[in-house]
């Protein structure tokens, strides 16, 4: 390989960057042609457009991981079944031209005769885990639909979805309580947003916790601009409320602006983390890239 | 008093009943003017349009519950707070027209300083206390906003909120899950319903939860049309499963379609309970007519 296309292709973004032998990230570029946007049959021709200069390179290699894999993606590329290493991914790649392009499956698991899966995940966990010389721990990546991702020696144990972002743009846009809130979140406000995050300790139940956000609003108690970082906090607080190991650290994995909340909200529970963005992605791409050589 | 003026004025609905000294409902009349098609200042039009010819009949007394005494309602009744009996409501009545028309304040109460609210379930609550002669117990009110009641000698004690119809409309119709669901809920899949409701005990929130509505279709474990009444006991089995007293029976107010729902899921999990439908309002209005003569 001279050098990685690493493409990390979800629901409504596409990010692509090119990565030298050695690691070294040359070049990045972003659209909105997430695969919503993609007609059926279409994906080659987006990817030619995205990075075609690229891809014409003598040599390289392009590793596609996250929604391309999916049902609505470019080709399904089928769960590879928890527990799960770096080399049973590496095992499980979708070759749609061999030696050239994969598609990175994505994860599957079960609890209590309920399957779970994750797609596009498990490369920023990989990545993490080399990027931090970090064998064991939990890893969160928050986001429209929250993973919490279980590692043991390297291996990705189980993990669990949470809806949170999806709950909380409902609750914020579309309920009783969007009426009380001003039309933009603007930002956070640190106190209500750990108000929320406790509040959400003690409750037992979002379903519970959110009228809450009415109430104090009703009898005077938070201003409006507060509420929607007051309720941000109840649906985080609520993911939070569920971990098994309360007093272990946490790696968040995801863009700045949520891994900032969800540091704020464990502090406010006592709980250490650490954090990374984007660099995960191409991290476990590369890593990935370099078991095939 | 020689007849009652019953009226129970919700947010999207309006009912009234003619009931006679001795408690037999003569009439009865519905119709869509809930509070939020009723302008500001329109409130005397629409009850006079609805039931004048009762009203002008001399020696009536009317009494408004729900929505009607709240700010964006006729007046604003302030709340009662609890614990509350049946006096405490009684003597908490905003006069209209000193008596002749009265609206029926809400009740407040306060968990972790926190307030919630109800307004309208008190009168159904002091209706079914009369004709269960049931001094004691939890009553539930299923609907957009379930409200659990815990009386104890007759009187309110506390209560709690619960945004369950609301959420379950928002995930079913707005969320990734609507997706793979059909159009219309169609009849209720017993199975499906009690396998949400059982699910929903052990999973610990309903954020985690309701995403196995979306794997269980995805892995072909769910056929599409058992979806909604799946999602439906996830739902309600998450409010259920904040049970303080897990054995106490239930005592359940509202439209039948829903205490069905709900008996079924409390049967589920091994909890009896007992049903009334809207003749608790009539009835606990009537009650509180009684007093005042």
Chains 1, 2 share one sequence.
């Not at 032998?21 to 080659?44: C, E, K, N, W």
């Not at 499956?105 to 399957?115: A, I, K, R, Y």
């Not at 006592?270 to 992605?281: K, M, Y």
Request: with cysteine; aromatic share 6%.
């Amino acid at each position: 390989m001279n050098h990685l296309i690493a493409v990390d292709w979800g629901t409504s973004s596409l990010r692509v960057a090119r990565i030298a032998r050695d690691g070294t990230v040359l070049d990045q570029r972003a659209s909105a042609r997430g695969i919503l946007t993609v007609p059926a049959g279409g994906f080659p021709e987006v990817l030619q457009e995205t990075c075609g200069d690229w891809l014409d390179e003598p040599d390289s290699l392009c590793l596609l991981s996250g929604m391309a894999g999916s049902r609505q993606g470019w080709r399904e590329a089928p769960y590879c079944p928890c527990p799960a290493g770096f080399s049973e991914l590496a095992r499980s790649l979708a070759w749609i031209e061999p030696g050239r392009i994969a598609l990175v499956p994505g994860l599957s698991c079960e609890h209590d005769d309920v399957p779970d899966v994750l797609r596009g995940e498990e490369v920023q966990v990989f990545g993490a885990i080399a990027l931090l010389r970090q064998r064991d721990g939990v890893f969160v990546l928050p986001g429209t639909h929250s993973k919490w991702v279980h590692v043991a020696e390297g291996r990705v144990q189980s993990f669990a979805t949470f809806m949170s972002g999806e709950v909380y743009a409902l609750l914020r846009q579309h309920s009783i309580l969007a009426r009380m809130m001003p039309a933009d979140d603007g930002a956070l406000d640190d106190e209500a947003f750990t108000r929320g995050v406790r509040h959400a300790q003690d409750s037992g139940s979002l379903l519970r916790s959110a009228f809450s956000a009415r109430t104090l609003a009703l009898f005077d108690r938070m201003a409006a601009p507060a509420l929607p970082s007051y309720l941000s906090g109840l649906v985080i607080g609520e993911e939070l409320r569920m971990r098994s190991d309360t007093s272990a650290e946490v790696v968040l994995i995801g863009a700045p602006a949520l891994t900032q909340r969800y540091a704020l909200a464990l502090q406010a529970l006592g709980c250490e983390s650490r954090s990374l963005g984007p660099e995960a992605t191409w991290r476990g791409l590369w890593a990935l890239a370099r078991t095939l050589e």
